[in-house]
T-cell receptor
């Protein structure tokens, strides 16, 4: 079983819609959770992190964490074509705080 | 400043060459990482340095040799690589999180695109 799982997509949404990206993780001791955006040929760019249950909002982005159900999600409101990228979920497992496990990423396409 | 720099941006080398990748950060981070990323795959952890000491080696072949000369610099020495080692090599840094609540955000450099002929 993979430590971090994401639907590979592609997820297609029209411009202006809400894109919802999901991630599940296997280790209940996981401490912190990160969303990265990666454009083709570029390095991952940190968008948001969350470590407490509930929602965390930053501009058009909202991260949601539910530790009981072991999932974390990223909502992108008012999606723009420039949001088209691969979104990577990363989890910092509890037993080694300096080791990050990455999901395989979800490719998002925002259609104009 | 959340910048991690990497040099060179591109590197082409033969299987008998020796080369080095360099990474630098000035964010005061004491954890530094090397990842390897193949096309359409997530980053794959290779090494972690914590307080300039190697703390994680993910069973990486010895033809890859990491070095952390000081808290700001990280090198990856390459020798006798194989064509399948061609990939994007990413350096990252973060605070060291020893326990308790919080998050140690990890920031990536732009990467070195390595081609082994």
């Amino acid at each position: 079983q993979k430590e971090v799982e994401q639907n590979s997509g592609p997820l297609s949404v029209p411009e202006g819609a809400i894109a919802s990206l999901n991630c599940t993780y296997s280790d209940r001791g996981s401490q912190s959770f990160f969303w990265y955006r990666q454009y083709s040929g570029k390095s991952p760019e940190l968008i948001m992190f969350i470590y407490s249950n509930g929602d965390k909002e930053d501009g058009r982005f909202t991260a949601q964490l539910n530790k009981a159900s072991q999932y974390v999600s990223l909502l992108i409101r008012d999606s723009q074509p420039s949001d088209s990228a691969t979104y990577l979920c990363a989890v910092n497992m509890g037993y080694n705080f300096n080791k990050f496990y990455f999901g395989s990423g979800t490719k998002l396409n925002v259609k104009p | 400043d959340t910048e991690v720099t990497q040099t060179p941006k591109h590197l082409v080398m033969g299987m008998t060459n020796k080369k080095s990748l360099k990474c630098e950060q000035h964010m005061g981070h004491r954890a530094m990482y090397w990842y390897k990323q193949k096309a359409k795959k997530p980053p794959e952890l290779m090494f972690v340095y914590s307080y300039e000491k190697l703390s994680i080696n993910e069973s990486v072949p010895s033809r890859f040799s990491p070095e952390c000369p000081n808290s700001s610099l990280l090198n990856l020495h390459l020798h006798a690589l194989q064509p399948e080692d061609s990939a994007l090599y990413l350096c990252a840094s973060s605070q060291v999180l020893a326990g308790g609540m919080g998050a140690n955000e990890q920031f990536f450099g732009p990467g070195t695109r390595l081609t082994v002929l």
